[in-house]
Each structure stands twice: as structure tokens, then as C-alpha cells.
């Protein structure tokens, strides 16, 4: 059984940064890709960024440059630092790994950028 558990949320205003964690059980995260998504209010949950087991990193336009996908095979931990801050980058984010046959999502963390 795979658990993603976001933290790290929290209200920054414009141009601010903030790091976001998933701490992971269940897979070891050197082994697999973890993926970060967001959710924007009203909208369908939607690609940010993700890293696999080999290092490599893959960040969706809006993001790339400002946001940094990194982890910590000791910790067990995905980042996701996020820099340079946009109201548009106001989401819940979730963490997502899949372990065929299953997906498996965190419950998510609140991101809120003020204007």
C-alpha cells in the first residue's frame, strides 16, 4: 500500500516562494516516478511536474523555470519548490504515484497566492 502525504501549503503573495513536501511510504521514491498536480478552483486537476527513478525531471510550460522537482532518497520525500509565485499558481496540489494496477493520490495541500 502506497501513502502520499502533501504539506507545505500555505498564503504568499505574489513572487513569493514556498517548498512544498510528499512524504512517501509503501514504494521507495528512487525506484519510481512521483508527479505533482494541482487543481485550480473550477478547473480539472492538471499536470505540474514529476521525477523518475533515473533523476529525470518533466515540468508542464507553466511552470517550468520557476518550479523545482527534487528528492530525498533518505527521507523518502518529494519537492516541489515554487518560486517567482502567480496568483494563477493558487491550486491544491497532490502528489501522485502509480503502482500497477493502482493510482495513488495524497489528500492534497493548499497553495493561495494573493495579487
Known amino acids: 500500500q502506497v501513502q502520499l502525504v502533501e504539506s507545505g501549503g500555505d498564503f504568499v503573495q505574489t513572487g513569493g516562494s514556498l517548498r512544498l513536501s510528499c512524504a512517501v511510504s509503501g514504494i521507495t521514491v528512487s525506484t519510481t516516478t512521483v508527479t505533482w498536480y494541482r487543481q485550480r478552483p473550477g478547473e480539472e486537476r492538471g499536470f505540474v511536474a514529476e521525477?523518475?527513478?533515473?533523476?529525470?525531471?518533466f515540468y508542464a510550460d507553466s511552470v517550468r523555470g520557476r518550479f523545482t522537482i527534487s528528492r530525498d532518497n533518505v527521507k523518502n520525500v518529494v519537492y516541489l519548490e515554487m518560486n517567482n509565485l502567480k496568483p494563477e499558481d493558487t491550486a491544491v496540489y497532490f502528489c501522485?504515484?502509480?503502482?500497477?494496477?493502482?493510482?495513488?493520490w495524497g489528500q492534497g495541500t493548499l497553495v493561495t497566492v494573493s495579487s
Open positions: 501522485y504515484n502509480k503502482k500497477y494496477p493502482h493510482d495513488y
Open positions: 521525477i523518475g527513478g533515473g533523476d529525470w525531471t
